[in-house]
C-alpha cells in the first residue's frame, strides 16, 4: 500500500487527499498535531484511512479528526486525546467500509466527542474502555445504514445525551453496547439504542444517570416468531 503524502497548511494540523484507491495514512511514533481549524482532515476517494500512534490531535476550531471515504474502512488506533474545540472530537464517515475506533485517552468535542456514519457493508467498532468520552451534544453517535454491525465498548461518556446508536437499516444485523468499564452522565437520555436490523440488541452497563428524560431508551421492530 502506498502511504500518501503529507501536506500541513496554515489552518489544518494535518491534511490528505486520496484520489485513487489507494491507503492513506497517518502513523507517528509520538507527537502532537494541532489545527486552527480542524486538527486532521482526510478524504479518500475509495482507499482505507488508518491514524495511529499520536500523543494528541487537536482541532481548535473544527474537528480533532474529520475522516471521510468514499468506500474504504477508517481505523484510528493509539491516539491518546483528541480534541475538538469547535467541532467533533472525531468525525468519521465510510460509504461502504467498516469504522474502528480504539481511544486510549479522552475524545472531547464542543459538538459530539464521537460521530460515525456507514453505509454499505460497513460496521462501526467503537472501543474506549480504557479513556473517556465527552460532548457538548452527545458523547458517542453512531449511525450504521448499511448491512453490518455496530459494537460499542466505552468507560466514562458524558454529553448532553450520553451514547446514541442506530442500525437504521433493516439489512443491518447485530447492535452491542457495554458501558461496564466505566459510567453515563448526560442532560436528557443516558443510552439511546435503536436497532431495526435483522440480529440482537445487547446492552450491559454500570452507572447510567439521564437527568430530563430517559435512562435507556431501547427500540426495536416487532419479529414474528
Known sequence: RRQRQMCIRDRVGIELSGLGNGSSTVRGSSGDVVGATDGMYVRSAGGEITVDNLDSVTGNAGDGLDLGSTGGAITVNAVDAVLGTGGNGILADSDGGDITITGNGNITGSNYGINTRTDGAGSITIDTSTGSVSGGSTGILARNYG???????????????????????????????????????????????????????????????????????????????
Open 147 to 225: 448491512s453490518g454491525a455496530v459494537l460499542l465498548t466505552t468507560a466514562d461518556v458524558t454529553g448532553f445525551s450520553g451514547i446514541n446508536v442506530a442500525n437504521v437499516s433493516t439489512r443491518t444485523t447485530d447492535l452491542t453496547i457495554d458501558s461496564s468499564a466505566g459510567s453515563i452522565s448526560s442532560g436528557s437520555f443516558g443510552i439511546s439504542a435503536i436497532n431495526n436490523g435483522s440480529g440482537a440488541l445487547s446492552l450491559t452497563t454500570a452507572d447510567v444517570t439521564g437527568t430530563t428524560l430517559s435512562l435507556i431508551h431501547i427500540s426495536e421492530p416487532t419479529r414474528q416468531a
